[in-house]
């Protein structure tokens, strides 16, 4: 599977982004997909993730309640619609895939996306 993140940019603190993880090839739909970020200095956390069918869906406490995960198997898309950000949401946000079900272990993960900048200014 190879994953394009995209929807990355620059907004203001309280602002919102959604970000697009496009996957390539037919077997999108059996993968449980997961957002993970890298904030400057620090390493790479979990975010979201989502089961292959959408049917169970996980949070980082930091982004409860703000973010939101989603996906399109018809469009081999998983979405992170994030609201009220913040600055401390600056970070390079990667898309990750794994056969079935999510995950918030970054190990466990198969397949990763180049990531999309994610910065938001006070």
């Known amino acids: 599977v190879q994953l394009q993140a995209s929807g990355g940019g620059l907004v203001q603190a309280g602002g919102s982004l959604r970000l697009s993880c496009a996957a390539a090839?037919?077997?999108?739909?059996?993968?449980?997909m997961g957002w993970f970020r890298r904030a400057p200095g620090k390493e790479r956390e979990f975010v979201s993730a989502?089961?292959?069918?959408?049917?169970?869906?996980y949070y980082a406490d930091s982004v409860k309640g703000r973010f939101t995960i989603s996906r399109d198997n018809a469009k081999n898309t998983v979405y992170l619609q994030m609201n009220s950000l913040k600055p401390e949401d600056t970070a390079v946000y990667y898309c990750?895939?794994?056969?079935?079900?999510?995950?918030?272990?970054?190990?466990?993960?198969?397949?990763w996306g180049q990531g999309t900048q994610v910065t938001v200014s006070s």
């Open positions: 989502i089961n292959w069918n959408g049917g169970s869906t």
């Open positions: 990750a895939a794994k056969r079935h079900y999510s995950s918030h272990l970054e190990a466990d993960y198969d397949y």
């Open positions: 090839g037919r077997t999108f739909n059996r993968f449980g």
